[in-house]
């Protein structure tokens, strides 16, 4: 898909929207008798581009929200549902999926590079431009990696996560999807966040933009973030602009006569940037240039 205007890509979006909104209900009405024609498989095919091009999204902010988009996410299950097991060659390992991996021919064309021996794009996943993937990585279905981000070694990018521009995830990171319910916002990294070595985002979590996350941290709504700054405890978000680590807190059954000394429970800590984590940031940055 080129370059479109607003008014196109929203009338892009309403008919592709209206054709999965219909093969939707065709599919949940009567499964068994729901045939795979080439119109069908032109749709879902057209679908992917979509989410290749960044034309569609799983998730939108919205007044300052993250939203799922649900009929997004019923087209990637529909191109699940639909399509056949089929074997497919990857240099020389052969697999078997209902979906091929995504082309790579245009990436160098957008300053975009992948290193050999194991990044892994699936079809329908987008990449923007000067990415940087290392391998092996994975990227899946539906996930949305922003210009100039770093996808270091051994990282994945979930179904349906949207992660922002000029993001770096650090070594064996995992930014989960959230494909199912398709209701629920996957996980979202907010655009010039860093995530240190080892860290995982997962259940729909948000991370603010130009958050700086200490390595093996562990982002899910499960654990409770204490903002320092604003002297809170939040849940299933960061702040923009904190420096985020894990600590351990007393846990409410300290007292029982079972914990010798205490029982704590693991949280997030979330303070000012400071100004050297700043700097450290943008000398990284300049490397990079």
């Known amino acids: 898909m080129g370059k479109q205007t607003d008014r196109e890509r929203h009338e892009t979006n309403r008919i592709m929207k209206q054709e999965i909104d219909d093969l939707w209900k065709h599919y949940q009405s009567d499964e068994e008798t729901t045939e795979t024609t080439t ?5 879902l095919g057209e679908f992917l581009d979509g989410l290749e091009s960044g034309e569609f999204r799983a998730a939108e902010q919205v007044d300052g ?14 191109n699940f549902g639909l399509r056949r097991i089929s074997q497919w060659t990857y240099g020389d390992v052969t697999y078997n999926d209902v979906l091929p991996l995504a082309s790579t021919r245009a990436l160098s064309e957008r300053g975009t590079r992948n290193t050999p021996d194991g990044t892994v794009i699936r079809r329908g996943a987008h990449i923007g431009s000067d990415v940087i993937l290392m391998s092996p990585s994975f990227v899946n279905v539906g996930a949305f990696v922003g210009d100039g981000t770093l996808v270091d070694s051994c ?4 179904s349906c996560a949207q992660v922002g521009e000029n993001v770096k995830l650090g070594a064996n990171t995992l930014v989960g999807g959230v ?3 398709v209701e629920e916002a996957p996980v979202i990294v907010e655009d010039g966040v860093t995530l240190g070595a080892g860290c995982r985002v997962t259940s729909g979590f948000v991370v603010g933009e130009n958050c700086v996350v200490g390595e093996n941290t562990l982002l899910t709504p499960r ?10 405890v939040l849940y299933g978000r960061l702040p923009p602009e904190r420096r985020a680590f894990s600590r351990y807190v007393e846990s409410s059954i300290s007292e029982h006569d079972l914990f010798d000394g205490g029982a704590y429970k693991p949280a997030v800590v979330a303070t000012h940037l400071e100004d050297h984590t700043l700097e450290a940031v943008e000398r990284e940055d300049a490397l990079r240039e």
């Open 155 to 158: 990282d994945t990018v979930g």
């Open 179 to 181: 494909l199912e319910p």
């Open 65 to 78: 929200e993250w939203r799922a988009n649900e009929w997004v996410k019923r087209g990637i299950l529909l």
């Open 223 to 232: 654990i409770p973030v204490y903002d320092l700054v604003d002297e809170q």
């Open 39 to 43: 119109e069908v498989l032109t749709v």
